[in-house]
C-alpha cells in the first residue's frame, strides 16, 4: 500500500503531476497508457480507432489488473475507472487520488481528442464524458485533491504534503 494512483479526467495533469510527484517523494513512476502503448506497439488513439473501445477498454483493464509496484506514483488514464477487475487491483496496491479540476479548466486543456487517445462512445462531447466518469472517479478515491488554479509544480508540492 505504499503507492499512489493518481485517476482523473484527461488533461487533469495526472502525468506530469505524477513525474513531479514522484521526484519529490523518491518514488518511482509508472504512466498506464504508455504500458498500453508499448504492449501493443501503438498510439492510443491507433488502438481506438482500429479495433474500438471495447477492445481498448479490455486491453486497458489487462495492463491495470496484472499491475504490481512498490513505492511508485502510478498515473492512470482517464478511463482507468471503467475497468472493475483493473480499479479492484489499483486501490489493493496504494492510495487513490482523483486530480478533480473543473469542465471548463478540463475543456481549456484538452483541444486534440482525435489524437490524444480518449475514450469516448460516438457522438459523446467531452461534457458528457466528464460527468459520465464523475460519479466513479469519486467512488474509487481515497483522496480527493482540487488542483485548480495552481501551476504543475506547485500541485505537485501540495499533493506531497496532503499525502
Known sequence: MDNIILIGMPGCGKSTVGVLLAKILGYRFIDTDLLIQEKTNRRLFEILRDEGNEAFSSLENEVLSSLSAEKTVIAT??????CSEGMENLKKLGRVVY???PLCEIEKRVNNLETRGVLMKEGQTLKDVYFERLKF???YADV???GENLSL????LKLSKLL
Open 99 to 101: 486530480i478533480k479540476l
Open 137 to 139: 472517479y469519486e467512488q
Open 77 to 82: 488514464g482517464g478511463s482507468a475507472v471503467l
Open 144 to 146: 480527493v485533491f482540487e
Open 153 to 156: 509544480s506547485e500541485n505537485a
